[in-house]
């Protein structure tokens, strides 16, 4: 997932290069790189202070400049978007490291109260002026002199912005902000004793993998029991935010909260109904894939039926794959596995590891999850994870990775709002890299055998993370189509829209509450709403990138490569064919590339 959560009209600044010395070793036939070590400087600016502190007193001059300033030509408006942008880079990366800071410890109460500060202080009062800047432009007589190749989905943008904009949803939106912040510091306190210790539930979730099914199901017994000790809390959460996002949905002019997403989200290549249709497909192509996978599993295992703690353990009967031992092995093995495709890639991660930009090791009061942050005015990214030393964890990596990657690849970009890419876009360039990075993912593993299983489980987890795709969009579609909804009509409806898709593939008999209850596993109902069939869009261009990369390397990495150039300088469709792939989520074309996948799947 890659994090932008200040969504105002706040650059990434300067690609950093590493300096690397080439050094030949003629008696073994490889190649070293000795590592300067480059330290991120952020661009100089050009409009606002180089000390400027962020506080509203301090920029309210800078806004009221930039209203009141005259822009009597092309060349003058040009200027004014790049010293707005400059401002907004500026206000996007101090959001950035206060959150950040918050998610790495979410029991400080001072990092608590640094974010809200900006959430509560700033923001609201940055609103109305961004409003008004935006008018300032659409109505300014050469905006139509701008070019419009360069500029047309940022001026859709903007005006699709006016179009939505509500004074009283400033109050609202603060209030929303605030408010979701509490799911991190609720589940960042989820912790289980295994023996005499405790263990995060990520750390926790390792012991899913024990070849043991006693200790198997003693440890989800234990996790799921902690996730419903704060089922009430998490729901009464969810409850407020609902009815607080109804509420600037109705403002907006909008029925439903639904309906008010897809434009805010700036969906301009598909709508509700073509999202349906995209479920049906899974449902229809990927469905019965899974659960002739999940009958394997069962006969492998010897087992009449699968329980939940059944689905992550080798149906071989092996141990656990374990790619690495220690975070920092996982990013040394991460920047070795990048550089082995391409040199310039290895080279970024090497940049965050200098700049101290990673914190993956997973820890009690932590947030859950992982997130790539773009770091506006510095031009690189923060990558943040919970690592328990597992294969999941170095997906994840190569996952953030990518979109560290496509952080770097659009920190020239001239306005900000050109790197505010679509999730459909950014999403891709994460679950590329992942298939993408499995050629050299011999860097984690010691022998063939276990390189097979994890491309193989890679593999068949593409194929696993469109059904639950479908079913978190569609349970967020009924959700905010229902406002009305009471806790009991929302499990009713969770249960009913789960099903269909396989629930997992186990018997649920025993344990209803827990399958009841998987929605508030899912961190983007909370925080990010909507954002989530992206993934499964994205992961249909994913598919398509590997197939163009397994079938010529070189030419499907720099059609990959020079998509993520764009940034969001062209539409959807545009991006994608720059990859050389297309935007499209048809029954068809999920078939055809499930099928790719399946090939590839019965190699290994």
């Not at 890639?345 to 997973?362: A, C, P, T, Y």
């Not at 018997?507 to 993934?535: C, G, R, T």
């Amino acid at each position: 997932m890659t994090a932008n959560k200040y969504d105002s009209k706040l650059t990434y600044a300067i690609a950093i290069y590493l300096t690397i010395d080439l050094i030949y070793h003629p008696h073994i036939c490889t190649f070293a790189y000795l590592h300067i070590k480059t330290m991120i400087h952020k661009k100089t600016r050009t409009y606002i202070p180089a000390d400027l502190e962020i506080k509203w007193e301090n920029l309210e001059p800078l806004y009221k400049e930039l209203l009141d300033r005259p822009v009597n030509s092309v060349q003058e408006l040009e200027q004014w978007l790049r010293d707005r942008s400059e401002l907004e880079a500026a206000l996007e990366e101090d959001f950035a490291w206060r959150y950040i800071r918050m998610t790495c410890d979410t029991t400080s109460e001072e990092l608590l109260q640094s974010f809200q500060y900006f959430a509560t202080e700033i923001e609201p009062k940055v609103a109305p002026y961004s409003n008004e800047l935006n008018k300032k432009l659409v109505s300014n007589p050469y905006v139509d002199a701008l070019d419009t190749k360069k500029y047309f989905v940022y001026l859709r943008g903007v005006k699709k912005s006016l179009e939505l904009f509500r004074d009283e949803n400033i109050p609202l939106l603060t209030e929303i902000q605030v408010e979701q912040q509490k799911y991190q510091s609720i589940t960042g306190s989820m912790s289980v004793h295994i023996g005499d210790k405790e263990y995060t539930l990520e750390q926790a979730s390792v012991f899913l993998k024990d070849t043991d099914r006693a200790k198997r199901q003693e440890v989800w017994e234990k996790i799921t029991a902690r996730r419903l000790q704060d089922k009430d809390q998490l729901d009464k959460l969810f409850d407020q935010l609902r009815v607080l996002r109804h509420k600037v949905a109705i403002n907006a002019g909008f029925e439903n909260f639904r309906d008010y997403m897809f434009q805010a989200l700036g969906r301009f290549d598909y709508t509700p109904q073509d999202c349906y249709a995209f479920h049906e497909a899974i449902e229809k192509e990927i469905v019965p894939v899974l659960r002739q996978e999940a009958e394997k599993r069962k006969q492998a295992l010897k087992l009449d039926s699968l329980k939940p703690w059944d689905m992550d353990v080798d149906p071989s009967g092996k141990p656990a794959l374990r790619p690495f031992k220690s975070g920092e092995e996982l990013v040394e093995k991460s920047i070795q596995c990048f550089s082995n495709i391409n040199r310039y890639l290895g080279e970024r991660l090497e940049i965050m590891k200098d700049n101290s930009l990673f914190d993956v090791e997973s820890r009690k009061g932590k947030a859950p999850g992982g997130y790539n942050y773009p770091l506006s005015e510095t031009g690189a990214p923060f990558i943040f994870m919970n690592s328990a030393n597992t294969f999941r964890d170095l997906t994840t990596m190569v996952h953030e990775g990518g979109h560290a990657v496509h952080t770097f690849l659009t920190a020239d970009l001239e306005l900000n709002d050109f790197k505010h890419c679509p999730s459909e876009v950014a999403e891709l360039a994460s679950m590329s890299m992942e298939l993408i990075s499995m050629d050299n993912w011999n860097v984690y593993f010691d022998n063939d055998e276990d390189l097979k299983r994890a491309k193989r489980d890679q593999l068949f987890d593409v194929l696993k993370t469109l059904p639950w795709v479908a079913v978190v969009d569609q349970f967020q579609h009924w959700v905010y189509t229902n406002p009305d909804h009471t806790d009991a009509e929302r499990t009713t409806a969770w249960i009913q829209i789960y099903e269909p898709f396989g629930a997992g593939f186990v018997d649920w008999n025993q344990h209803q509450e827990a399958e009841a209850n998987l929605w508030q596993k899912q961190l983007h109902i909370f925080e990010v709403p909507f954002y989530y069939i992206e993934y499964g869009m994205a992961q249909l261009g994913a598919i398509a990138v590997w197939k163009n990369y397994k079938e010529n390397p070189e030419k499907g990495l720099q059609q990959y490569l020079d998509a993520l150039k764009l940034g969001y300088t062209k539409t959807i469709k545009e991006i994608y064919e720059t990859a050389g792939i297309k935007f499209d989520f048809s029954a068809g074309y999920v078939k055809e590339l499930a099928e790719f996948v399946k090939g590839e799947m019965e190699k290994l």
